[in-house]
Each structure stands twice: as C-alpha cells, then as structure tokens.
C-alpha cells in the first residue's frame, strides 16, 4: 500500500492524508473539513523512499494554498524535502504567518529486523 507525503494537522488531529490528488489538493480539502481551524502541513518522504524518484518538493504554490487555507506551519524532513525558490518561499511563508521547521528524519528500522522481534514475543 502506498499512501501520499502529506498529512494536514487541526487541533492535534490528522484531518487530511495525501492521495493521488497531490499536496495541494490535500490541503484545500483539510481546509474545507476543519471550516477555518489553523493547520499544521506535514510534508515528509516515505520510510524507504528512493530519493531519485518521487522527492518531497514545496514550491511557492504551496504556500499560495497554505496561505488560503489558513495554515500557520509546515514541518518537513531535513535534507530530504526541495524547497523550490526557496528565498521567495520563506518570504511568502513570513508573510502569511507560517513558520518553516525541518527535522530530522526519524529512523526506520528495516521490515527483517522487526518482523525477527515480533517473532520472538
């Protein structure tokens, strides 16, 4: 199963995973089912993701949309998201009121070494 690189945030609630719609689309509906309510967009690569296909990308569209729907952050993962016109971005970002945070990918253990531990149990 394969899901999108996006999940959209309200009030410590997922309310929008990305699907074949693409980033930008997932945050206009998120917008549509919270009415209004700040959002936090997540933009992350998938556990296992082969970077030379597929890469997470944010662009100055996404932050036009952001800006509409009403979002106040976007959390990426460092050093593994393109930030396209990235000086533009920030000071569209800045003027709308959304912080930019990277953080670091979190580690994910390979399927074989955690299929091996539930084994054990």
């Given amino acids: 199963m394969d899901v999108g690189q996006t999940v959209v ?5 997922c309310v929008a995973v ?7 689309e997932t945050i206009a509906r998120a ?3 919270t009415g209004g309510k ?5 933009k992350v690569s998938k556990p296992g993701q082969d970077m030379r296909f597929d890469v997470p990308v944010v662009g100055l569209p996404t932050i036009e949309q952001m800006r509409g729907a009403g979002a106040t952050a976007l959390a990426v993962d460092a050093g593994r998201t393109l930030l396209f016109d ?3 971005l920030i000071e569209l970002a800045d003027g709308g009121g959304i912080a930019i945070q990277a953080f670091p990918p979190l580690a994910v253990p390979e399927l074989n ?3 091996k531990v539930m084994n054990k149990e």
């Avoid at 700040?38 to 997540?42: A, D, K, Q, R, S």
């Fill in 18 to 24: 990305e699907a074949m719609e693409g980033t930008d």
């Fill in 113 to 115: 070494s955690v299929s």
């Fill in 31 to 33: 917008a549509r089912i």
């Fill in 86 to 88: 990235r000086a533009k």
């Fill in 38 to 42: 700040p959002l936090v967009v997540v």
């Fill in 9 to 13: 945030i309200a009030d410590r609630a």
